[in-house]
Every structure is written in structure tokens, then in C-alpha cells.
């Protein structure tokens, strides 16, 4: 009887291995490569990231920012979100003009990177000399629902002034 049994049950297993259906074959859909498109929509961003400091304008940099936004200052807390960005950049934005250098930059998917070093020159005050604070950043972008990219994450670090 248990070897009836033990027969049996092979015979079930068996049964059901030969008549499960093939497995399916692997579909693979391929997303248009963008990577060009992407890069140029990442360089404009860049640069009307870098620009909006001449604008005088914080408004103008707020819009470049998606909802979901976070800044990683030095020395400061975590900011979330445009409206305590706004907030921390109403009390620290220095009017001016900012040069950046990139120096690696990839999109991958619906993210894409930037980091770089920058040169802010804030419009001097009456009786203030000219100066350029130096740094270094990365930006972290995302492409949004309608295809535009949005500023995600940002950190910056101030540093000394480039060696000559």
C-alpha cells in the first residue's frame, strides 16, 4: 500500500509538471532613449538654476523647484519643501551673480545629477568691497509627470578660494 501510495503521488506530481503550461517568454519593452533630450533639459535647468541669482528675483528659483524639494544647506537644518525653502532663501539669498562649473552631470531614468563647483558674487552693499564666496554642490533632478525637470535635492558646501 505505500508503495501504491508513493507511485501515486509521483504520478500526480508528475501530471501536473506535464501539464502546467509553457512558461511565458520574457517581454521586453523598450523605452525610447531620451538620454540627449534629457541632457539638454538637465543643462537648461543648470543654468536657470545659476542665472536666477542674477535675476534678484527668489521667486524665479522657487519655480525651478519641485514641490517634494529638499536643501541640505551648511550649517542649517534640512529644509522641506518649497514653502521653507522660501522661507530659509527670503533671509539668506544674496543678490548676485553665480558662475558654475559642472563637472559631472548623468541622467538616469527620471533622475539625473549635476556637481560642480560655483563662484557667487553678491552685489556689494554701500561701503562693501567686491567678493565671490566659493563652493561646491550637487543637484539632484527629477523629471516631473509632463516631462519637465524639477530641482529635487540640493547640498552645497562653501570652500576656500580656488588656488591661482
Known amino acids: 500500500m505505500k508503495l501504491l501510495s508513493g507511485a501515486m503521488l509521483t504520478f500526480v506530481v508528475l501530471a501536473f509538471v506535464a501539464c502546467a503550461p509553457p512558461p511565458a517568454e520574457e517581454v521586453v519593452v523598450e523605452e525610447p532613449d531620451t538620454t540627449e533630450a534629457d ?3 538637465v543643462q537648461a535647468l543648470v543654468e536657470a538654476w545659476s542665472t536666477s541669482f542674477d535675476l ?3 521667486e524665479s528659483y522657487l519655480d525651478l523647484l519641485s514641490e517634494d524639494a529638499k536643501f541640505l544647506p551648511q550649517g542649517a537644518p534640512i529644509l522641506e519643501g518649497k514653502e521653507a525653502i522660501g522661507a530659509w532663501i ?3 539669498f544674496l543678490d548676485g551673480t ?3 562649473s559642472s563637472e559631472e552631470r548623468e541622467v538616469m531614468g527620471a533622475f539625473a545629477y549635476d556637481l560642480g563647483t560655483f563662484g ?3 552685489i556689494p552693499q554701500e561701503g562693501e568691497q567686491p567678493r565671490t564666496i566659493y563652493g561646491k554642490y550637487v543637484l539632484i533632478m527629477r523629471r516631473q509627470a509632463d516631462g519637465s525637470w524639477k530641482l529635487a535635492r540640493y547640498i552645497w558646501n562653501f570652500t576656500p578660494p580656488p588656488e591661482e
Do not use: G, I, W
Open 56 to 58: 534678484q528675483n527668489p
Open 39 to 41: 541632457l539638454a533639459a
Open 90 to 92: 527670503a533671509e539668506h
Open 98 to 100: 553665480m558662475t558654475v
Open 120 to 122: 557667487l558674487s553678491p
